[in-house]
């Protein structure tokens, strides 16, 4: 009947929370914290918050955070000088509250129910007054089931929500110790109704010398005796302080577990907890087969073992997720990679040549103070004749007036001499002697040096309508030196006809296979 009633309180207790938790999914951002939401900030912390969110102080307040209430289930078991018995059921209920993202306190109540059995009997009854009903130098077999409760404060530190590389865990470990007390009444199955198990016990002394006949021992003993547990165990009385007909002593616990997030608001657990009482009195039993008059002996403390799985609700509204579900991290690096917050000052960008284009960009590093540019920084040449615009004392050059002084200024013909021009024997050429245009290598392209060249002799060109030239290259017998000859003979008959604007049909290009130098480009008049 009791386990019914145990069944039906943890089922009524975990829809009330099921329900209280649900019902708070309108919170803010279901638990999702936001440092700049300043509705999960209480009261006491606003002052520190302001100043934050005015970047005169570096932290923020503390959010408030939700409650943790929590139902549990598993196994119980007593730890003494009788044999426990396996299963034996417990459960418990739990609110905690985080102080911060590593600490919580734990206010936790559980009610476990022992049971034990010796397979060896045992002839030291005497001073146990669970026994008085067996005859002096007979046999028993020590047995009890205590109904045990325990109400305690824990402090529990959270191992691993500190994280560096990741936002947050799918799931926590953690750790704690408390103190609490114990309260916890023991009952021996000593009589079958009124009779003792004077026959059963004997039949089965002696028979577990045999390891392997233990079993055997076990499950006549459980074949012969009933359940009742009627017979009240040694609880010396007085001597220990009571609550109601149950035994109270202080007690102290340790635990650790693991908890998986199901969701913002749920969370399974599993866990271990480790109590010890100041008592050796849990199971009935005390100082095995010895007298108490003993001086020479001296009690050992009983204990007990909660193993459990429950789940942990967490309620609240206008509250973050309890801290120890966050990584305090977690607002310092989001602030590192996309800042909101924090004041930035103003880039500073170098511009060395104070031409309005900052040296990044900058092409031309140390452009002439006043000297205007392009969006690149390079100084501007209107009239592309090689002299900027700020030096330039003709801003517009004719290109046939090019090449130009060091004023940017040109010479352009005498327009009354071109009018009364002696046009010469068309057959007679006195251009004069022109430059050879020499290459290095395998080299293709023209030079700086060449392209000079080739304005010069352009410019003679221009000036001696009659004239044409030949451009004559000199490759070795392969066919990969004659190609490159023709390369080059072309690149500079498409530089004076493209660059310099002199009409094709005036030059004439030739390869001669081992006449001169494979490198050298001779130009002659014709």
């Known amino acids: 009947m009791s386990s019914k009633k145990y069944k039906l309180l943890i089922l009524g207790i975990f829809s009330l929370l099921s329900l209280g938790s649900f019902a708070q999914q309108g919170g803010t951002q279901s638990g999702i914290y936001d440092i700049y939401d300043s509705s999960v900030i209480s009261p006491k912390g606003m002052a520190q918050q302001n100043e934050f969110m005015n970047n005169t102080y570096d932290f923020p307040a503390k959010p408030r955070n939700m409650w943790e209430l929590g139902i549990s289930g598993g196994a119980f078991t007593v730890a003494g000088d009788v044999r426990a018995k396996f299963p034996t059921i417990g459960f418990g209920v739990h609110v905690r509250k985080a ?19 010796n397979y060896v009997a045992s002839k030291g009854y005497r001073n146990n007054t669970a026994w008085k009903a067996y005859p002096a130098g007979g046999a028993v077999f020590y047995n009890y089931k205590a109904k045990v409760n325990d109400i305690g404060l824990q402090g529990i530190f959270t191992l691993n929500n500190i994280r560096f590389h990741k936002q947050k865990n799918g799931f926590l470990i953690y750790a704690g110790a408390g103190i609490g007390g114990t309260w916890y009444n023991t009952m021996v199955n000593a009589l079958n109704g009124s009779t003792p198990y004077t026959t059963l016990f004997a039949s089965q002394v002696g028979a577990a010398g045999n390891y392997e006949n233990r079993k055997d021992v076990l499950d006549a003993l459980k074949a012969g005796m009933d359940d009742s547990y009627e017979t009240p165990a040694d609880n010396q009385g007085n001597r220990r302080p009571k609550l109601g007909d149950n035994t109270f002593r202080p007690s102290g616990t340790i635990l650790g577990g693991l908890a998986f997030k199901l969701g913002k608001r749920v969370n399974l657990a599993i866990e271990d907890r480790f109590t ?41 509204s206008k509250s973050t997720e309890p801290l120890y579900w966050l990584n305090p991290l977690d607002y310092a690096y989001s602030e590192i990679n996309n800042p909101r ?34 969006t690149h ?36 013909p005498d327009p009354e001499c071109c009018k009364n021009m002696v046009m010469k024997d068309s057959a007679t050429c006195t251009i004069g002697d022109l430059p050879s245009i020499s290459f290095r290598g395998n080299t293709r392209s023209l030079s700086s040096d060449a392209k000079a060249m080739l304005a010069t002799v352009a410019s003679k060109l221009k000036e001696s309508a009659n004239c044409n030239i030949t451009v004559t290259g000199y490759p070795a017998a392969s066919k990969a030196s004659q190609a490159l000859c023709n390369t080059r ?13 002199i009409s094709g049909d005036r030059i004439t ?18």
């Not at 330039?392 to 007036?401: A, R, V």
């Not at 296979?513 to 008049?525: E, L, M, R, Y």
């Open 99 to 117: 102080l911060g993202y590593l600490f919580s306190l734990r206010l936790q109540y559980i009610h476990g129910v022992g049971k034990g059995l």
């Open 509 to 526: 290009t030739n390869c001669e296979v081992g006449g001169g130098d494979a490198n050298t480009v001779d130009i002659k008049s014709n």
């Open 377 to 412: 920084g390079v100084t501007k040449d209107t009239d592309g004749d090689g002299v900027p615009d700020c030096k330039d004392k003709q801003l517009i050059t004719p290109t046939e007036c090019q090449p130009v002084d060091a004023d940017g200024v040109g010479k352009c």
């Open 489 to 501: 003979i072309d690149a500079i008959r498409m530089y004076l006809m493209e660059n310099e604007g």
């Open 341 to 374: 917050h924090m004041k930035l000052p103003k880039p500073i960008l170098d511009d060395t040549d104070g031409d309005g284009v900052i040296d990044q960009l900058d092409k031309e590093p140390n452009t002439p103070a006043g000297c205007p540019v392009d």
């Open 276 to 316: 010890i009482v100041k008592d050796d009195l849990l199971d009935g039993q005390q100082y095995q087969e010895h007298p108490t008059s003993d001086p020479a002996l001296s009690p050992d403390y009983d204990s007990y073992n909660y193993a459990s799985v429950g789940l942990n609700f967490n309620i609240g």
